[in-house]
């Protein structure tokens, strides 16, 4: 059982360039998110999925684009890199919203991208 | 809008000793509250939740947490720190009782216990 996987684990971009981080989870969750780390500031919510077909944005959306088209994955497009892009993006999943409150996310190990 | 404040940036406690890392929140209802703990390299894993019910609430790892209401506080604690404890640790809250809000987490707090 993989869980969450993330990938690339580190990614350097040059302004302007885009990219897609993916995430895959095969533990049939139907909530997904991605979250930011910045240090300072914790996590914050950039896109979330209640499950296949159903996005929407959260804390931060600006600059990011996701979709869902299977339960399994859930991939994050940066569209135009900035350098305040620079961050680690963790995904996270869970069985459902109501499933989050009693177990918790599962969180993938993460992607490292610095934007120069 | 709901928050979550951790005001300690870093918690140094020697090995042996009970640690206490604080959080509190703020909510227009009732509140949902999360700890988790991330270890160097890693994803954040859970640790314990207050939904409802005692307000002292027990997790993994012998990580106890103490909801209380009037001082809107869930700090987290445990009896007798490790080395292994070491860690990045974090507050979450979200609005309960049917509403559809997301997770909002604290910034952090970085706990170091010293042999």
């Known amino acids: 059982n993989a869980g969450v996987t993330q990938t690339p684990k580190f990614q350097v971009l040059k302004t302007g360039q885009s990219m897609t981080l993916q995430c895959a989870q095969d533990?049939?969750?139907?909530?997904m998110s991605w979250y930011r780390q910045d240090p300072g500031m914790g996590l914050r919510l950039i896109h979330y999925?209640?499950?296949?077909?159903?996005?929407d944005q959260g804390e931060v959306p600006n600059g990011y684009n996701v979709s869902r088209s299977t339960t399994e994955d859930f991939p994050l497009r940066l569209l135009s890199a900035a350098p305040s892009q620079t961050s680690v993006y963790f995904c996270?999943?869970?069985?459902?919203?109501?499933?989050?409150?009693?177990?918790?996310?599962?969180f993938g190990s993460g992607t490292r991208l610095t934007v120069v | 809008a709901q928050s979550v404040a951790q005001p300690e940036d870093q918690v140094n406690v020697a090995e042996g000793n009970p640690l206490t890392v604080k959080c509190t929140y703020s909510?227009?209802?009732?509140?949902?509250l999360f700890w988790y703990v991330q270890y160097p390299n890693r994803g954040l894993q859970f640790l314990l939740k207050?939904?409802?019910?005692?307000?002292l609430v027990k997790g993994s790892y012998g990580f106890e947490a103490e909801f209380n209401k009037s001082q809107t506080s869930f700090h987290l604690k445990k009896p007798s720190a490790l080395v292994s404890d070491s860690a990045l640790y974090f507050c979450?809250?979200?609005?309960?009782?049917?509403?559809?809000?997301?997770?909002?987490f604290g910034k952090g707090t970085k706990l170091s216990v010293k042999p």
């Open positions: 979450a809250v979200r609005e309960g009782g049917g509403s559809q809000g997301n997770l909002i």
């Open positions: 996270a999943s869970s069985y459902s919203r109501q499933a989050l409150d009693h177990y918790g996310y599962t």
């Open positions: 909510v227009s209802g009732n509140p949902y």
């Open positions: 533990m049939n969750h139907e909530y």
């Open positions: 999925s209640v499950g296949a077909g159903i996005t």
């Open positions: 207050y939904i409802t019910g005692d307000n």
